[in-house]
């Protein structure tokens, strides 16, 4: 499978702003809904954001609601997440995945780490107080 890559990651304040990519090398995103995860050390992959691939229709965890934002760049095999008002509790390494489906969001499916198909080697955020 093409392989999926995060960037953007990086050592930020509380209350900074940072902005995520995802890429798919050659190819485009097409129909994937593409999923974004997190996870701090000691905890499970818990879901973030996704952006489903027919419509664009976006969902969001609660904990980054009205701060994280998610959208697709499909001229440029793109999709970004951009993170505002960055808390402690923000720090993880952050995962970009890739889901065939016609589900549209928000669905639970889409909010599930299992039903994605191929996964980036993730992106560390680390937010100091």
């Known amino acids: 499978h093409e392989p999926v890559v995060e960037s953007g990651g990086g050592l930020v304040q509380a209350g900074d702003s940072l902005r995520l990519s995802c890429t798919r090398s050659g190819r485009t995103f097409g129909d994937y809904a593409v999923g974004w995860f997190r996870q701090a050390p000691g905890k499970e992959r818990e879901f973030v954001a996704v952006i489903e691939g027919i419509g664009g229709s976006t969902d969001y965890a609660d904990s980054v609601k009205d701060r994280f934002s998610v959208s697709r760049l499909n001229a440029k095999n793109t999709v970004n997440l951009q993170m505002n008002n960055l808390k402690v509790e923000d720090t993880a390494v952050y995962y970009c995945?890739?889901?065939?489906?016609?589900?549209?969001?928000?669905?639970?499916?889409?909010?599930?780490?299992?039903?994605?198909?191929?996964w980036g080697q993730g992106t560390q955020v680390t937010v100091s107080s």
């Open positions: 995945a890739l889901q065939r489906t016609t589900f549209r969001a928000p669905n639970l499916r889409l909010r599930r780490p299992a039903n994605y198909d191929y």
